[in-house]
């Protein structure tokens, strides 16, 4: 089971031998087994990858990942060969009904919601916490008058003090929460290709420049878990080590679950195209739900 992720921050060259990847710097060798690794982070333009490193990661469907020169996440690897066939998944993938693609956004915001009202009560309770909360309530099908916004606007300042603009390029924790966005979307990426849909066609999101569309959809919910880590990490600056425990988190045990993110990741996004396909119910995390029922 792939559980160990790799970040290559120097001068390398990597390469592979047997079924170890090999990473040679210009002071020591470093091998890790490939059946160990889930995903590989070349945060380096400095590194140089061999093609038959490539082929080999690519056969395992570990994640390469590629940062440009600020050491931001700039594009991924996704396998040709997938758990079905991908030709029939894309055909469905056209027909998707707009109800469902509805329903399944009024969902995912319902769930996001939830979630982030959560964050709020255990890391900076607050006397209208559960306004938010409540917002989950009013969404329509579709999120037609745009709860999603109205939460997040409640929302971030809460968490991140009032005088916190998500916008703000310049404020380190936007820094922190666009690495650890991109290392989810890189998750959910990985599941729906690994599946055989595209990513660049979701059910909300629909930017011809975007090639995540679909995955920006299905990342939503988990949001939150990003947003709590970059809280416990404020006052950090975006570091090799505070990288690592982006990276890290993306595989960190969820004791309520009995699983990682990554694991819930991989079960959300199924039961999402299942649904879409009309075959099986709406997905359930458990935010919304046991929100409405307590």
Request: proline share 3%.
């Amino acid at each position: 089971m792939a559980w160990r992720n790799v970040v290559i921050t120097k001068h390398c060259k990597i390469s592979t031998k047997l079924k170890l990847l090999v990473v040679q710097t210009d002071d020591d060798v470093y091998q890790f087994p490939l059946d160990d690794l889930g995903t590989v982070m070349i945060s380096t333009t400095q590194a140089v990858v061999t093609a038959n490193a490539m082929a080999n990661l690519l056969k395992r469907d570990v994640k390469v990942i590629f940062c440009d020169e600020k050491h931001l996440p700039i594009g991924e690897t996704n396998p040709y060969e997938t758990e079905s066939s991908r030709r029939s998944c894309i055909i469905q993938q056209m027909c998707w009904s707009e109800d469902r693609r509805n329903i399944l956004w009024q969902r995912i915001v319902q769930e996001k919601i939830a979630h982030q009202m959560q964050v709020l009560e255990r890391w900076c309770p607050c006397s209208d916490a559960e306004k938010i909360g409540a917002l989950a309530a009013d969404v329509k099908s579709g999120d037609s008058d745009n709860r999603e916004a109205v939460a997040a606007h409640m929302y971030f300042p809460r968490l991140f003090t009032y005088e916190f603009v998500r916008s703000d390029d310049d404020n380190q924790i936007n820094g922190l929460l666009d690495y650890g966005y991109a290392i989810l979307m890189s998750e959910v990426a990985r599941k729906i290709a690994e599946i055989g849909y595209l990513t660049e066609f979701g059910i909300h999101h629909d930017s011809e420049r975007n090639p995540f569309n679909l995955a920006c959809d299905f990342m939503e919910p988990f949001r939150p878990f990003v947003d709590q880590e970059v809280f416990k990490l404020s006052g950090r600056s975006l570091e090799s080590e505070v990288k690592e425990e982006l990276i890290k988190l993306m595989r960190t045990d969820l004791p309520q679950y009995g699983t990682t993110i990554t694991q819930l990741i991989n079960v959300f996004v199924r039961d999402s195209l299942r649904y879409l396909a009309g075959e099986g119910c709406l997905p359930e995390l458990g935010f919304w739900r046991c929100d409405t029922e307590s």
